[in-house]
């Protein structure tokens, strides 16, 4: 069982889109800030996978078999969960932080994303770390763009500085 990290060496997770690079044989090169936020977890075992289609996650372990427990336990619609779970589960694969600070993306991951080989960028994001191709990224935050005008008075009522 996972024990929490040490309060002592807790490192926020990093903040910011991070550009780096997926290599030929599709390791995953982690920005320093998000490889020292990695490293403060005990079990060093990353599930990659991808519940949209068109994002990478990293998940610690941790996070993972908490999102396996919500899949397993939702009962409003069970086969809408089983589809989520055999989706990441299809796409999925665990690996660790190799000694240059690289995470193995699976094969099938990385093609089906068009990543291998390419420079992408990296965010953290609700407990785990966001990947997407550059293509995809410019289409998100061209949406986000488009979506200002009406967002960004919704969340200033609710308190947003």
């Known amino acids: 069982m996972d024990s929490p990290p040490n309060p002592a060496s807790v490192k926020p997770p990093p903040q910011g889109i991070y550009t780096t690079r997926v290599d030929e044989k599709g390791r995953l090169k982690l920005p320093a800030d998000f490889l020292e936020f990695l490293r ?4 060093q075992q990353y599930f990659i996978t991808t519940l949209n289609g068109s994002t990478a996650r990293v998940y610690n372990a941790k996070v993972w078999r908490a999102n ?19 989706f990441a589960d299809y796409y999925g694969g665990v690996s660790g932080v190799d000694s240059q600070g690289r995470v193995l993306i699976p094969p099938v991951l990385r093609r089906k994303l068009g990543i291998e080989n390419q420079q992408v960028c990296v965010r953290f994001y609700n407990g785990a770390v966001d990947v997407y191709s550059e293509a995809v990224s410019e289409k998100r935050l061209q949406r986000a763009t488009e979506a200002l005008a009406t967002n960004l008075p919704a969340l200033r009522k609710k308190g947003l500085k």
């Open 40 to 43: 403060t977890f005990p079990e």
């Open 68 to 86: 396996e427990k919500i899949l397993a336990e939702y009962t409003e619609d069970a086969q809408a969960a089983e589809d989520i779970a055999f």
